[in-house]
């Protein structure tokens, strides 16, 4: 380390990030305030000691992996990183999926400081003294810092304003990290000063590649110990991490230090292996083959046949297969409409509820909700009319001739318009319906139609034809009295 680099160590804390080892080393300050060193590879007590998650950070950018969207050849990002024109942003994305780690790589590629708080322990005394080193530092030798939030939602309001100051004088650079939406859980004021950046959960192969990378590197992952894994043990890693790398590393070193040897030295990680490890039994299931399509069919088809306990047993074999619950209540929404609608109108209010419940609880306590909305969804009354009218509407969209809207239907808002008779003829309902219920269904409007609504050549096209279960049967009624008006 140079002499300069060491007298900014003094003043300022260690730096931290990805950078290359070093024979001298600084000791990191207590968790309670800005985490601002971190020794890199080349302890070997130290590295020994580590996560194997933590050991196989990526130091570069080429080593990051699944976010080609932000960070492949040619991106805005990219660009302005490797030229150092990093402004300060925010990164919105899912547990393990890199928001740390690309920090201390952009801090690195820039040669910033980099300085990491938590806004759980970490409070306006902490952000001052980190202000107050950074710019002693940028006086002093014109180096900049990048300071690293991590859950920057957590942060109150007027954490968040003592942070707004700073990063608009660039004393600075503040790059927060989310797990939540920033648009609801950030300042608007210190939001319009950053850009965001969303980052994408790790798919399958993207979380198989990293595993592998730990596999083959002899200096900070497992290279040295004689390990072979079985595909299907890798596929279940990556599969069991649901897009977190963090997740599915330790799982692998979890995995890897339980494996046994054989005569020749050599340890085999197998599905049993890596089963005992988590202590989870890996279910059959692939969320992109041919299982994942048999169970979801299997549900769908145990809703459309009112059976909630066949219904209840395909969900759970989804869910705890981990299957993505937001896909399940997709379905499920897409159910409601398809297979239950008017029928039962509460159903998809049910089946969106359930979405927010799972949303806002997380897994495993959002699987009562879905559990819940299977069990509505099942014991409903049927119909598909909705699809069945919907799907007739499209072929006569596509199939016959767009006619112009009627001219009693269009809205005048100007004096051509209504030279030109748009809105002529249009009768409000409100003065036909007003104080005159059907008086064969009081919950319906009456059964007499004020004007017609449809094109000339359609008029005669009845497309909705209710079922006789639930809600329907009323809607049914109602439609045949009113149709022969």
């Known amino acids: 380390m140079r002499d300069d680099e060491q007298r900014q160590a003094s003043l300022f804390g260690d730096v931290v990030g990805p950078e290359p080892a070093r024979s001298n080393r600084t000791k990191a300050r207590p968790a309670s305030g800005p985490s601002s060193a971190v020794p890199e590879a080349g302890d070997d007590v130290y590295d020994a000691a580590r996560p194997l998650a933590a050991r196989m950070r990526p130091r570069t950018l080429d080593e990051v992996v699944g976010q ?6 040619g991106r805005a990002l990219r660009r302005s990183i490797e030229s150092d024109h990093v402004a300060s942003m925010i990164l919105w994305g899912p547990p393990g999926s890199g928001k740390t780690t690309l920090a201390a790589v952009i801090a690195y590629t820039t040669k910033s400081r980099f300085v990491a708080l938590s806004a759980v322990t970490a409070g306006v005394a902490d952000l001052r003294r980190v202000v107050e080193d950074a710019a002693k530092l940028l006086r002093a030798t014109g180096r900049r810092t990048i300071l690293f ?86 596929r279940y890693l990556a599969d069991y991490a649901n897009g977190d790398a963090r997740t599915a590393l330790n799982a692998l070193e979890l995995a890897a230090s339980v494996a046994t040897s054989d005569e020749q030295g050599q340890r085999s990680v197998t599905l049993a292996t890596v089963e005992d490890a988590v202590q989870r039994r890996a279910l059959l299931y692939d969320k992109s083959g041919e299982e994942h399509y048999n169970l979801i069919s299997a549900l769908h088809k145990s809703l459309r046949g009112s059976d909630p306990d066949a219904a209840l047993y395909w969900l759970a074999r989804m869910l705890e297969s981990g299957e993505d619950p937001l896909y399940v209540v997709r379905r499920l929404i897409r159910f409601a409409s398809e297979d239950v609608g008017m029928a039962d109108p509460q159903a998809l209010l049910v089946c969106v509820a359930a979405q927010q419940a799972v949303h806002f609880i997380g897994m ?31 072929r006569d969209v596509q199939e016959t001739r767009n006619d112009p809207v009627p001219l009693h239907l269009r809205n005048a808002p100007t004096g051509l318009m209504k030279q030109l008779d748009y809105g002529k003829g249009y009768k409000y309902a409100h003065d036909d319906y007003a104080g005159l219920p059907d008086p064969a269904d009081p919950m319906r409007p009456p059964s007499e139609r004020p004007q017609a609504y449809l094109p000339e050549q359609l008029q005669q096209r009845e497309y909705y034809q209710p079922g006789a279960q639930g809600n329907e049967a009323s809607i049914q009624a109602w439609l045949k009295r009113r149709r022969k008006q």
């Open 149 to 234: 939030i991590d859950e920057i939602h957590r942060f109150s309001k007027s954490q968040q304003d003592a942070i707004l100051p700073h990063v608009e004088r660039g004393t600075v650079t503040l790059i927060g990290a989310t797990t939540e939406n920033p648009s609801f859980e950030v300042n608007a004021a210190l939001l319009s000063r950053s850009r965001v950046y969303t980052l994408r959960a790790l798919d399958e192969q993207d979380i198989i590649t990293l595993l592998q990378r730990a596999l083959h590197d002899s200096e900070r992952g497992l290279g040295n110990e004689h390990l072979t894994v079985a595909d299907d043990a890798l």
């Open 364 to 394: 495993p306590e959002g699987a009562l909700a879905l559990a819940q909305a299977v069990v509505h969804l099942a014991t409903a009354p049927k119909s598909n009319a909705l699809y069945m009218a919907y799907d007739a509407v499209v």
């Open 68 to 73: 080609e969207h932000l960070l492949g050849p």
